[in-house]
């Protein structure tokens, strides 16, 4: 199933579906991938970040150690120093977060104020030493035309960076940065056109060890439990005729 165009569609009709995948998506963690004593609960948007013990993990059953195989890689020149709609949360034994998985909706760019709340929430998450595993389904626009990782990135420092003229969608995982250990901040980028399939994406659960999420079977999970004319709406831009 590939991505479809949610730009077509009122954001009501996305919120449904970004319910439906991120609960597809903690399934699929919950199920089979997640170490034992990591819990992946979809939460709403509230507090701060605990900080965390690091690392939690050396090593741990359904994890890996290898580099993620994603077409681009930025790294902070220098460690960083860490401090502190719903996403999926993915804490240790239901207490510490370890991971934010979130799909970005149309509200988080509907305006400067929502698209600069939502950078200064993920910037601290990642000061935090939260991983995050960043899904943004809705092309570049006036408020991030390079990309919504360009707009988190430059809170670290400003790098160039633009994703290719035919790709504008965006995959991104973040480990986060641990200064005391020398340990930059890298991202994990996979640019995304609207029809193609999306790879698994690692999602960070320490400074060493990640898991691959399947973000195209979860997506299809979700797309299957969707009404027929939904599914239309969504793949032609209106309704069935009567």
Known sequence: MPMHDWTRVEPTIFHHFHQLWSVAIAD??????????????????SGEPPVIDKPRFKQSPGGTMTVPRTRMQVETSDAVQLRRANHIAVRHR????VCIIEIV???NKAGKFALRSFVEKTHEFLRAGVNVLLIDPFPTGPRD?????????????????????DERLLLAAYRA?????????????????????????PAWLDRDTFVEVPLESSYNAAW??????????????????E
Not at 145 to 165: C, G, R, T
């Open 145 to 165: 035309p390079y990309s919504l990782h360009k707009v988190i990135w430059d809170e670290f420092e400003e790098v160039p960076f633009d994703l290719p003229a």
């Open 105 to 107: 909706s149309p509200g």
């Open 177 to 201: 940065g641990d200064a005391l250990a020398e340990l930059s901040a890298v991202a994990y980028l996979e640019p995304l056109a609207v029809g193609a399939a999306m790879p698994d994406m």
């Open 224 to 241: 299957a439990t969707c009404p027929a004319d939904f599914r239309t709406l969504v793949e032609t831009g209106r309704l069935p005729d």
């Open 94 to 97: 239901l207490g510490e977060v």
């Open 28 to 45: 699929v963690l919950n199920s089979r991938l997640l170490p034992k004593g990591l819990s992946a609960l979809i939460e709403r948007q």
